[in-house]
């Protein structure tokens, strides 16, 4: 058998190659983020920066660890499912720090109507109202237990 | 280096502790969280919303969604008696003000709260040409806004137009099903500020949540399920005439 006698140039070819290789490594360590393919084909820092944003709502667990009061008469009334923040608004912050941050009442003539003002597309049970403007949905209905209160139990 | 029978019996429940480390990973802003745990999805009961907008503001005062941009809005449909395959659509304004009266002409009216359907196969995610748009481990379908080029191409993809290009940020932006509110065991700000309980978070992964016995019972659908997108957004009393 010949001896195969030029292999100096297979030589030369493998080192470009494994050169071609280094820098390849080099540059995916340099471009590529650390956190890439840590949970999935994605970087996965995002869902740490995504997750790290305050919350804006507390949410009524939290409302009701402080008004147990409200929480109560709330669900025995028609309001039950509503929750604290739909009509008080977002309070995470006063939640965090009741005695700097007050929350402001909402203004009733407002708030009553906007799931009470009659519309054709709500669900035909739902209690609908065509206001009209003399007295405060307040001075009868207490938000917390809109029902009224039976006659002479005033 | 051959393996006998026993040695791969011994390596076997060793990878398998060690693939459930990998997917139990939780992301660092929430230390208590396992991803592994949660499969994310809606519920939205139509028969139950009543054209509110507190999801809309809701979804607004949490995400700081920039004015005239929606992350979830609130549709009023109404459907004709003779032509239900046209039907009539208004959302002034995502409906975060809420609806006008409405007229009164026969047919039949219902409103349809819309957001991110955190699609399973979800075409937004596969037409980003560089992997902004990713699938978190527990079914959210979120946006890496370091990565995002803001080509706008996922706008054009999502079937139920969802996405919108942000217009401070300048990329692409949709809900994150309040990611940061999830993974700290709390609800979504929209399912949070529903006065009538129309939108409920549902965790398909935990069996205690009130979704299973609510499927059992009830006729719900997806949007376009024809698109096979694998929506998570279940609805409840969904009409064959909403898109």
Same mark, same amino acid.
């Given at each position: 058998?010949?001896?195969?006698?030029?292999?100096?140039?297979?030589?030369?070819?493998?080192?470009?190659?494994?050169?071609?290789?280094?820098?390849?490594?080099?540059?995916?360590?340099?471009l590529i983020p650390?956190s890439f393919g840590?949970y999935g084909p994605f970087r996965g820092d995002a869902l740490?920066e995504i997750?790290?944003? =305050? #919350?804006?709502?507390?949410?009524?667990?939290? &409302?009701?660890? *402080? $008004?147990?009061?409200?929480? !109560?008469?709330? @669900?025995?009334?028609?309001?039950?499912?509503?929750?604290?923040?739909?009509?008080?608004?977002?309070?995470?912050?006063?939640?965090?720090?009741?005695?700097?941050?007050? =929350? #402001?009442?909402?203004?009733?003539?407002?708030? &009553?109507?906007? *799931? $009470?003002?009659?519309?054709? !597309?709500?669900? @035909?049970?739902?209690?609908?109202?065509?206001?009209?403007?003399?007295?405060?949905?307040?001075?009868?209905?207490?938000?917390?237990?809109?029902?009224?209160?039976?006659?002479?139990?005033? | 280096?051959?393996?006998?029978?026993?040695?791969?019996?011994?390596?076997?429940?060793?990878?398998?502790?060690?693939?459930?480390?990998?997917?139990?990973?939780?992301?660092?802003?929430?230390?208590?969280?396992?991803?592994?745990?949660?499969?994310w999805g809606m519920?939205?009961?139509?028969?139950?919303?009543?054209?509110?907008?507190?999801?809309?503001?809701?979804?607004?005062?949490?995400n700081?969604v920039p004015?005239?941009y929606f992350r979830t809005w609130?549709?009023?449909?109404?459907?004709?008696?003779?032509?239900?395959?046209?039907?009539?659509?208004?959302?002034?304004?995502?409906?975060?003000?809420?609806?006008?009266?409405?007229?009164?002409?026969?047919?039949?009216?219902?409103?349809?709260?819309k957001m991110c359907n955190h699609c399973v196969d979800s075409p937004c995610s596969q037409v980003c040409p560089v992997g902004a748009t990713f699938h978190t481990p527990d079914g959210v379908v979120l946006v890496d806004y370091d990565y995002c080029l803001g080509c706008r191409y996922c706008i054009q993809a999502c079937p139920y137009g969802c996405r919108f290009f942000h217009p401070k940020k300048h990329t692409a932006d949709k809900c994150t099903l309040?990611y940061?509110?999830?993974?700290?065991?709390?609800?979504?700000?929209?399912?949070?500020?529903?006065?009538?309980?129309?939108?409920?978070?549902?965790?398909?992964?935990?069996?205690?949540?009130?979704?299973?016995?609510?499927?059992?019972?009830?006729?719900?659908?997806v949007l376009k399920p024809h698109l096979a997108t694998g929506s998570k957004l279940?609805?409840?009393?969904?009409?064959?005439?909403?898109r």
């Amino acid at each position: 058998m010949a001896e195969f006698k030029d292999s100096a140039h297979l030589i030369r070819l493998a080192g470009v190659f494994l050169l071609g290789l280094v820098l390849f490594l080099v540059l995916r360590a340099a471009l590529i983020p650390r956190s890439f393919g840590r949970y999935g084909p994605f970087r996965g820092d995002a869902l740490a920066e995504i997750s790290a944003r =305050p #919350v804006a709502f507390a949410g009524h667990e939290v &409302c009701e660890n *402080c $008004h147990p009061d409200e929480a !109560a008469l709330k @669900a025995s009334g028609a309001h039950k499912t509503v929750k604290c923040e739909s009509c008080h608004g977002p309070l995470a912050k006063h939640a965090d720090d009741p005695g700097t941050v007050q =929350p #402001v009442l909402p203004e009733v003539a407002k708030l &009553c109507l906007r *799931c $009470h003002s009659k519309n054709i !597309a709500k669900p @035909a049970g739902f209690p609908q109202t065509e206001a009209n403007g003399s007295k405060p949905c307040d001075t009868c209905h207490k938000p917390h237990s809109p029902g009224l209160k039976p006659e002479g139990k005033k | 280096m051959t393996l006998n029978r026993r040695q791969i019996l011994l390596l076997l429940p060793a990878a398998a502790i060690a693939w459930d480390y990998v997917l139990a990973d939780n992301p660092n802003g929430s230390p208590n969280y396992k991803m592994s745990e949660h499969w994310w999805g809606m519920l939205i009961d139509i028969t139950k919303c009543i054209g509110c907008g507190s999801c809309v503001r809701a979804c607004e005062m949490e995400n700081d969604v920039p004015e005239g941009y929606f992350r979830t809005w609130i549709e009023r449909y109404h459907v004709s008696d003779w032509h239900i395959e046209t039907p009539e659509v208004d959302s002034p304004n995502g409906g975060k003000e809420g609806f006008l009266p409405g007229k009164a002409e026969g047919g039949k009216n219902f409103f349809v709260p819309k957001m991110c359907n955190h699609c399973v196969d979800s075409p937004c995610s596969q037409v980003c040409p560089v992997g902004a748009t990713f699938h978190t481990p527990d079914g959210v379908v979120l946006v890496d806004y370091d990565y995002c080029l803001g080509c706008r191409y996922c706008i054009q993809a999502c079937p139920y137009g969802c996405r919108f290009f942000h217009p401070k940020k300048h990329t692409a932006d949709k809900c994150t099903l309040c990611y940061h509110r999830i993974t700290k065991g709390m609800t979504t700000a929209c399912c949070e500020a529903c006065p009538t309980g129309a939108r409920q978070l549902a965790d398909l992964k935990n069996p205690n949540d009130p979704i299973h016995s609510f499927l059992k019972t009830h006729s719900v659908q997806v949007l376009k399920p024809h698109l096979a997108t694998g929506s998570k957004l279940f609805y409840n009393g969904l009409d064959g005439s909403v898109r």
